[in-house]
């Protein structure tokens, strides 16, 4: 497993982001918001000033978070069309960056979750799209896969190949969908998982440090140890100290008011992360 953190919990500074997540530990930086810029508004030049600047302090780029499919379920071609282009964009600066993966999302749920009704509307999108660059897709707190059993649901009706599971089990707590996806709701789509983001709900109340909330991440960790999971773990950790994300900001998570105060609350749970990986590297695998 690799230690990661998505940069804009850090700061909005990318100098800034490379030298905190050097310093706590982890060897990789997911990228989302820059600069104040939202993902859609990175330019080439910026994307490029990203990768190196990683580089210099020997980080990775551990993947792309643009907000794709993070939208209402298109329904005329204008909508489709402004859905594709929008992917189109997010798939090129994922390429600019060298990332391994583009994070995308089942459109806002309307209701019940509807697994199939976005697998259909993506299959439209992703029917036309030529990108060698692999999708990973999230269960996402308000979309139509808030659990990983919904995702499972989505892919199997989903006729574009080789898409991965980005596990978000906070989403799943937060989403009031599943409070304890682990281990069941683990357990089902395991073998697909390729990311996943660590983050610590209270209930569907908010988000606390890494530790102290409802998931069980020493048991997490653990088993993805066990079951040889070698991907990034990414802290997006939606804590702060002193205040409340809003529903605002968890949707559109980007931006300087976004990562404020999210520095000392992110070195915070990332040393806590670095010493739950140390504690199981010292028990070593199983006999």
Not at 38 to 58: E, H, W, Y
Request: with cysteine; hydrophobic share 40%.
């Amino acid at each position: 497993m690799k230690l990661a953190v998505i940069g804009d919990e850090i700061a909005q500074d990318i100098e800034v982001v490379a030298e905190v997540a050097a310093a706590s530990g982890a060897v990789g930086v997911e990228i989302r918001s820059v600069a104040d810029r939202a993902p859609g508004m990175l330019t080439r030049s910026r994307l490029q000033r990203i990768g190196n600047v990683l580089d210099a302090k020997g980080l990775t780029v551990a993947g792309y978070a643009p907000p794709a499919f993070k939208c209402p379920l298109p329904r005329t071609d204008e909508e489709y069309a402004a859905v594709a282009d929008e992917l189109r964009k997010f798939t090129e600066q994922a390429a600019v960056l060298g990332a391994p993966h583009v994070r995308i999302f089942t459109f806002w749920r309307d209701g019940e979750p509807d697994p199939v009704g976005a697998a259909r509307a993506a299959d439209r999108v992703l029917a036309e799209l030529r990108s060698d660059i692999p999708f990973v897709v999230e269960t996402g707190t308000r979309t139509n896969t808030p659990t990983m059993r919904h995702v499972l649901e989505f892919l199997e009706a989903l006729s574009f190949p080789g898409l991965g599971i980005l596990w978000d089990p906070g989403n799943t707590v937060f989403s009031g969908w599943d409070p304890a996806p682990f281990p069941d709701d683990y357990a089902a789509g395991r073998t697909l998982i390729r990311h996943v983001h660590v983050k610590d709900p209270a209930g569907t109340n908010g988000y606390v440090r890494i530790g102290s909330g409802d998931l069980p991440w020493p048991a997490i960790l653990q088993r993805l140890a066990e079951d040889e999971y070698t991907g990034y773990l990414s802290l997006e950790t939606h804590w702060r100290i002193g205040r409340v994300l809003s529903a605002q900001e968890r949707d559109t998570p980007w931006g300087e008011g976004f990562s404020r105060g999210g520095r000392t609350a992110s070195v915070e749970c990332l040393g806590i992360l670095r010493a739950m990986l140390d504690e199981i590297a010292k028990v070593g695998p199983p006999s």
